[in-house]
């Protein structure tokens, strides 16, 4: 019987990276950003969990240009449901989706004074059944807060990890789960800092920069991109 090969998918490395490739792949990005941490501005575990929320389909900076004035006037969640959707939208209106995320920040608050003391809860079932919350958040506040080996898996990360062949998946359910069993028990918790950080500034979405990435010889792209003539 004939064994036919799946071809990858556009934009996708040709095959996984060996242990060792994805060992010396990721010292590559460890030593490009050895300092990377959330580029989310916040001071306490409940404005890191806003913060996130209001992430979703948001860029970090326009998250940041707002999180001051809504955080100075709702710092705690017993602030935060007293606001009504309106006062809070007022807030947040210059990003997507504000309409929604103002009506879960007020409702996540409620469920946290409600069920936690006030409190961010530390399991993943928990955490997601807040208002907003779907599973890469979770992982977010799992690894920064909690300091637990999750892997949140964004655009950024799922793009790099199929694009390279750190680990593909068709899902982004898949490539957290492949990413979590291949990465270095070490290396989990700032591994999702590098690979956003690599995909939102250098292997970008429309182009990847590759002439200027540290890692380009390791990595498995197949059409990797020359730098532009001036």
Not at 84 to 99: F, V
Request: charged content about 25%; overall charge positive.
């Amino acid at each position: 019987m004939k064994v036919v090969k799946s071809k990858p998918q556009a934009g996708q490395a040709p095959r996984d990276m060996t242990a060792e490739e994805r060992l010396v792949f990721l010292k590559d990005l460890e030593g490009a950003w050895p300092d990377a941490q959330t580029e989310l501005h916040y001071t306490t575990p409940f404005t890191l969990l806003v913060a996130v929320v209001l992430s979703a389909q948001a860029t970090d900076a326009s998250v940041n240009k707002v999180t001051p004035a809504l955080f100075a006037a709702a710092p705690t969640p017993q602030v935060m449901m007293q606001l009504s959707e309106e006062e809070a939208g007022a807030y947040i209106r210059t990003i997507g989706l504000w309409r929604n995320k103002a009506r879960n920040i007020i409702e996540l608050s409620r469920q946290l004074v409600e069920r936690h003391g006030g409190e961010v809860p530390d399991t993943r079932d928990d955490l997601e059944a807040l208002a907003g919350v779907g599973r890469k958040t979770a992982n977010v506040i799992l690894s920064v807060l909690f300091h637990q080996p999750t892997v949140p898996v964004d655009t950024h990360v799922f793009r790099l990890a199929n694009r390279t062949g750190l680990g593909r998946g068709k899902t982004v359910e898949a490539v957290e789960k492949k990413l979590e069993k291949v990465i270095p028990t070490r290396m989990i918790r700032d591994s999702h800092h590098w690979l956003i950080l690599q995909g939102r500034y250098v292997c970008k979405a429309r182009k990847p920069e590759c002439w200027r990435c540290v890692a380009a010889n390791d990595c498995l792209y197949p059409d990797k991109t020359d730098r532009p003539e001036i």
